[in-house]
């Protein structure tokens, strides 16, 4: 069965920090990998990979993909209390009736403090 | 601006009550979808559809319906034969299906649902 893992569950740091996040996965017929930030609502997109080894990178957020692995992680930098929010991991794969899904973790959720 | 809109952003109803809940999007997407979250277990896929009139059942579709009459709108009922509808809804939209370039999926507000 398809499967996306986030850890950890849940991170509290404080201001200034750097965290990185991991999300590891098992899927047939790989595709990309999406990052995204949930604060109140809507999750809002961060990066989308499809190859290893490239480091995608928005001011103090990048993330990088290994496909022999099977997992990518998201560095946050110099955290800010902005940075509070869920961090969803989402995998789009063609499964075995060819049809195009997109499987997602569990999140983590990142509190940092001042 | 381009974005999706779900509404209303609370929902009350009593239980036996089918309700209606709408997403629309100006993005000019092709593919759109409906998911619920609930605490703990993350975005679970109820419904998607890749194109006009054509739809697929997701991962937990049993007692909603949905319809893609037209390309900017696709609205979710939540009927009575759904055993725990209280939960928030979002609704996604994206260019492509997932694995095609162009797959990113962007989310409305979300519509949280209570039935009481």
């Known amino acids: 069965e398809d499967k996306v893992v986030q850890s950890p569950l849940s991170l509290v740091v404080h201001e200034g920090d750097t965290v990185t996040l991991n999300c590891s996965y098992e899927?047939?017929?790989?595709?990309?990998l999406l990052w995204y930030k949930q604060e109140k609502k809507a999750p809002t997109f961060l990066f989308m990979l499809?190859?290893s080894g490239i480091e995608k990178k928005s001011g103090r957020l990048s993330s990088i993909l290994d496909k022999k692995e099977l997992f990518s992680i998201l560095n946050i930098t110099a955290t800010q209390t902005g940075d509070s929010a869920i961090y969803l991991c989402?995998?789009?794969?063609?499964?075995?009736?060819?049809?195009?899904?997109?499987?997602w973790g569990l999140g983590t959720s990142l509190a940092v403090n001042p | 601006d381009g974005g999706i809109t779900q509404s209303p952003k609370y929902l009350f109803r009593k239980e036996g009550q089918n309700v209606t809940l709408s997403c629309e999007q100006n993005?000019?997407?092709?593919?759109m979808y409906w998911y619920r979250q609930d605490p703990g277990q993350g975005l679970r896929l109820i419904y998607y559809?890749?194109?006009?009139?054509?739809?697929q059942k997701g991962d937990i579709a049993e007692g909603y319906s949905v319809s893609r009459e037209k390309k900017e709108s696709f609205p979710l009922t939540v009927t009575s034969a759904q055993k725990n509808p209280t939960a928030f809804y979002l609704c996604?939209?994206?260019?492509?299906?997932?694995?095609?370039?162009?797959?990113?999926?962007?989310f409305g507000p979300g519509t949280r649902l209570t039935v009481l």
């Open positions: 996604a939209s994206s260019r492509r299906p997932p694995g095609q370039v162009g797959n990113e999926q962007f």
């Open positions: 993005l000019n997407h092709d593919a």
């Open positions: 559809s890749q194109i006009v009139n054509d739809f």
């Open positions: 899927v047939t017929n790989f595709r990309s």
């Open positions: 499809t190859s």
């Open positions: 989402a995998v789009a794969a063609i499964n075995a009736g060819n049809n195009r899904k997109l499987i």
